[in-house]
């Protein structure tokens, strides 16, 4: 079976500061990964999308970067928080780009608190 | 490209009341369609995907109706119970979207006593 593991669960960090966010799927080779953002109490903004080792799509900007370093590894980071990063960042998986799987499997998420 | 609009953003139903909520969508050319639960704090469990093809999709207590005609996805829960209590958020994937899933902004559920 496919898990999905985030890390860390949550974050409390100053403005300015670096952020790194991580993301590993176990079970299934060579999955679409996906950041979503989601501001408290509201809907989910996908920011990046992978198809591949290697290769990142962004899909909004919000001073955030995304890489893809191995096949089941995905990370979230940022050289300088702001204020407006705070929120909860949830990454997926799914088995398909566009195909008829092209469900989304969600990890638990990572709380940011930016202060 | 697609738009979601779902309503309401909040609802609150009477323990054993059905709970209704619905999503309208903008491209005729959808396809998949998605409804997630996210209780409190937590991530978002899939509750059931639908197809085009497909109007009338029971799941465990909820149903789901697809109305092409409409633009509409619609999440019924019949006789809601306090573990119904949640946000919930439809989603829709199309063509227009570059097959990327497009959410709508939720309905948080409080099911009460």
């Known amino acids: 079976a496919q898990t999905i593991h985030q890390w860390p669960v949550a974050e409390i960090k100053a403005v300015g500061s670096p952020l790194s966010l991580g993301c590993t799927i176990k079970?299934?080779?060579?999955?679409?990964l996906y950041w979503y953002w989601q501001a408290t109490g509201g809907t989910l903004q996908q920011l990046f999308y992978?198809?591949?080792?290697?290769?990142v799509e962004s899909v909004v900007q919000l001073n955030l970067s995304a890489s893809r370093p191995k096949d089941d590894q995905f990370i979230l980071s940022t050289e300088k928080l702001l204020l407006s990063h705070s929120g909860f960042y949830l990454c997926?998986?799914?088995?398909?780009?566009?195909?008829?799987?092209?469900?989304?499997?969600f990890g638990a998420g990572t709380r940011l608190s930016v202060l | 490209g697609e738009q979601v609009e779902q309503r309401p953003p909040h609802l609150s139903v009477r323990e054993g009341d059905s709970a209704f909520i619905t999503c309208t969508y903008t491209?005729?050319?959808?396809?998949?369609f998605f409804w997630y639960k996210q209780e409190p704090g937590a991530s978002l469990q899939l509750l059931m995907k639908?197809?085009?093809?497909?109007e009338i999709n029971e799941g465990q207590g909820f149903t789901v109706l697809l109305n092409k005609k409409d633009k509409r996805l619609s999440l019924n829960l019949t006789a809601a119970h306090p573990g119904d209590s949640a946000a919930y958020f439809c989603?829709?994937?199309?063509?227009?979207?570059?097959?990327?899933?497009?959410f709508g902004q939720g309905t948080i559920l409080k099911v009460y006593l």
């Open positions: 997926a998986w799914s088995l398909d780009w566009g195909g008829v799987q092209n469900t989304l499997y």
């Open positions: 079970g299934k080779s060579s999955p679409n």
């Open positions: 992978s198809i591949t080792v290697g290769q």
């Open positions: 491209d005729p050319n959808s396809y998949y």
């Open positions: 639908v197809f085009s093809s497909t």
């Open positions: 989603a829709v994937s199309s063509t227009s979207s570059g097959q990327k899933l497009v």
